[in-house]
């Protein structure tokens, strides 16, 4: 089957942006507008087609990112729509690792909000080309040159505005073409916003409109020197150049389009759909992909169909019926059903079993999918997200992604013995979908332990337990995950020798630690020389100091930003072995770091309260009485804005007591900033609070 669209009209984008932003709304329009939707899903009433899980139609929050697709003037887009709340990071992450584009998303009252702050780093860090789109303009309040200024300031971004609304809050009817400097008037709500009315700038909005234009050509005529000639001889500008220089910028991120409206009135998406169209990247205007052979090489691959096959796994889903669906970018070439790939990174053959494009949670099966696509596979068991597959005669592993780790742990019960079994199947699936999420099991305390990303994360594990596998849970109060390390160089010996008759066990090593910078991980350095311990034995050392950090020395938490040097020792010719060495490697380890100086790191937020005057000294003070830095206080748009660093173990249940401080007035959002020593007085006590769990 040959492609039926030619990859240059190809838009692959997600929509981005912080928690009720109205990313799902305008994701609704765009499918109806598009004509894949006969009608509109509403969040509200639990009808959109894109939160289609249970706990989304609750709540009125995505969860999970779905992928749809959809025409537009004879280009395809396939658009993912991702969560806002930070718990959820992961989904924005992975999507935006094989989007081309993204729309950007923000309230035209709260603007730049701190979670917009996290996706729009995120996008940065792959290189994402963005549109803007100010929605919510028919709110009180709303202020579009106000959002704009925030994306200069707290983005550091340069926005173009290339529209202006048309009227302002209950009064917005439409928005005014800046390029064409024509007015668009949504007039008639019973029409869903499908008929609109172009017609001339009405006078009151004339020179507001001409002032625009004229900040939109002159900051495009600083990156094209046709539009500066046109622009200095006051020469009128053709509508075709400023497209073209408004693209290529876009696409080497140096500006940023911004559009406006209001998705749940209908008013603005069909201009959004055009400049997805006219300024996002295709595949083929991104850099070629690059990747990594089995001999180390790096080689870049251009994205074309005729090349071997090369695609991504960003994500996996379980489904009861078919099992594992791989969620794949293609990259290069092009992929049939009954197809044999490579899972490079596993190193393992797989057969393709069926290809389905996706609409939120509905599938379209098809036969043969090419450069450029997202699509979704049946058959390949042995992939995990940040698999490359790719053709068996061309190897090659794409880079794959950074997971952040657990910041919260609870443990988690079976209400009846039969469910214990179905447990440990049910929550591997949950991993295999969630990288983020995590599972372990307490083999002192017999407790299965899940850790996430917040309390809701771990909320919605739960629920999905019950709803999706039928397993009823408890589970305990959450626990903080708390980090150990140390602070100065320091040195120990482990000694294991065991005669018992016949052959005994002899291992010994003196390893140096050093403190490494926050984030570093684990080191080891093997500095043995003159074959004091055989180099058999080296690795068993340092699976030995490995193991050890997991469970910790001090108070039972993982030990992290360490480097281990091992520079001594000695063996014995017939005694010494793996296992023994693999002890004394522990017992080194254990001895040096009582000497390091250890301390307890604790997880800290980055907090953001946004809330009425009248309460900002209770607030402020409530935080301080949380072990708080406050850094600033801002004016926000609906009062002011507090920021602050906290310690994860002190906000757990904070949203009940900011609504009874501030009459349910106040909101706050919060995110994982860093890892930090704790006081020396919370460190003791908890540590009598681990020492107290481990005797139960």
Not at 9 to 35: P, Q, S, V, W
Not at 342 to 358: P, Q, S, W
Not at 367 to 375: C, L, R, S, T
Request: proline share 5%.
């Amino acid at each position: 089957m040959a492609r039926q669209i030619s990859i240059e009209k190809n838009r692959n984008i997600g929509i981005m942006a912080h928690i009720d932003a109205g990313k799902t709304t305008t994701t609704e329009r765009i499918l109806f507008y598009a004509g894949l939707t006969y009608k509109m899903g509403e969040v509200d009433d639990g009808s959109a087609v894109m939160d289609w899980m249970e706990q989304e139609q609750e709540r009125g929050i995505t969860i999970t990112s779905a992928a749809t697709t959809c025409m537009w003037k004879g280009h395809r887009i396939n658009i993912i729509d991702t969560p806002g709340h930070v718990d959820f990071t992961i989904e924005v992450e992975r999507s935006l690792r094989v989007l081309d584009g993204a729309v950007a998303l923000f309230c035209g009252v709260g603007g730049v909000e701190p979670q917009s702050e996290a996706v729009w780093k995120q996008a940065d860090k792959y290189h994402i080309p963005r549109i803007a789109f100010v929605n919510k303009m028919d709110r009180v309040g709303a202020d579009f040159p106000g959002v704009l200024e925030m994306m200069r300031k707290r983005l550091g971004v340069h926005p173009v505005a290339i529209q202006i609304p048309l009227g302002t809050e209950a009064n917005f009817s439409g928005v005014i073409d800046l390029i064409r400097m024509v007015a668009i008037r949504y007039e008639d709500e019973d029409h869903l916003g499908v008929e609109c009315k172009e017609t001339l700038i009405p006078p009151e909005y004339k020179e507001a409109a001409e002032i625009c234009r004229d900040n939109l050509l002159e900051s495009l005529s600083e990156l094209d020197e046709e539009i500066m000639e046109h622009y200095l001889s006051d020469e009128e500008i053709p509508e075709e150049l400023i497209n073209r220089t408004l693209r290529r910028a876009t696409i080497q991120m140096q500006r940023v389009p911004v559009l406006c409206g209001a998705a749940f009135k209908n008013k603005g998406v069909q201009p959004l759909l055009d400049a997805v169209v006219n300024y996002l990247p295709s595949p083929v205007d991104m850099p070629s992909v690059r990747g990594i052979t089995p001999d180390g090489r790096e080689v870049q691959c251009p994205i074309k169909d005729d090349d071997p096959l090369l695609a991504y796994v960003f994500k996996i889903m379980s489904d009861p019926y078919i099992g594992y669906l791989a969620y794949m970018r293609i990259y290069t070439g092009s992929l049939k059903t009954g197809n044999m790939v490579l899972n490079a990174t596993a190193g393992k053959n797989e057969r393709i079993g069926r290809i389905v494009k996706m609409h939120a949670n509905q599938r379209e099966e098809v036969k043969e999918v090419y450069a450029g696509d997202i699509v979704a596979a049946v058959g390949l068991n042995t992939v995990n997200t940040g698999s490359t597959v790719c053709s068996p005669q061309r190897p090659i592993i794409l880079e794959s992604m950074q997971f952040p780790e657990p910041v919260i742990s609870v443990a988690i019960e079976v209400a009846t013995r039969k469910d214990n079994d179905k447990l440990s199947a049910a929550l591997n699936r949950l991993m295999a979908e969630d990288p983020s999420f995590r599972v372990h099991y307490n083999e002192e305390t017999g407790q299965t332990v899940i850790s996430g990303m917040g309390e809701l994360h771990l909320e919605i594990i739960v629920d999905r337990l019950l709803r999706e596998h039928h397993i009823s849970s408890r589970v305990g109060a959450p626990k903080v995950a708390y980090r150990e390390t140390i602070t100065c160089v320091c040195q120990g010996e482990g000694r294991f020798i065991r005669q018992t008759g016949g052959r005994g066990q002899y291992g010994h090593v003196r390893i140096r630690l050093e403190p490494l910078e926050a984030g570093e991980g684990f080191q080891f350095v093997n500095a043995i020389t003159g074959g004091v311990i055989p180099k058999e034995f080296i690795p068993a050392v340092q699976r030995g100091i490995k193991e050890t950090m997991e469970s910790g020395v001090v108070s039972g938490f993982p030990m992290v930003d360490i480097r281990a040097i091992l520079y001594d020792g000695s063996y014995h010719e017939v005694d010494s072995s793996e296992i023994a060495f693999k002890v004394a490697g522990s017992l080194a380890f254990k001895n040096a770091v009582r000497k390091g100086k250890p301390v307890l790191l604790e997880p800290i937020m980055w907090v953001e309260v946004a809330t009425p005057e009248q309460f900002i000294g209770d607030v402020a003070g409530d935080l301080t009485g949380r072990r708080g830095k406050i850094f600033r206080i801002d004016q926000g748009p609906s009062g002011q804005n507090t920021i602050a660093e906290v310690p994860l173990s002190e906000m757990f249940g904070y949203a009940t007591a900011l609504r009874s401080r501030t009459e349910g007035r106040a909101s706050y959002h919060m995110r994982f900033s860093r890892y930090k020593p704790v006081p020396a007085s919370v460190m003791q006590e908890i540590q009598e609070k681990a020492v107290a769990a481990q005797a139960g």
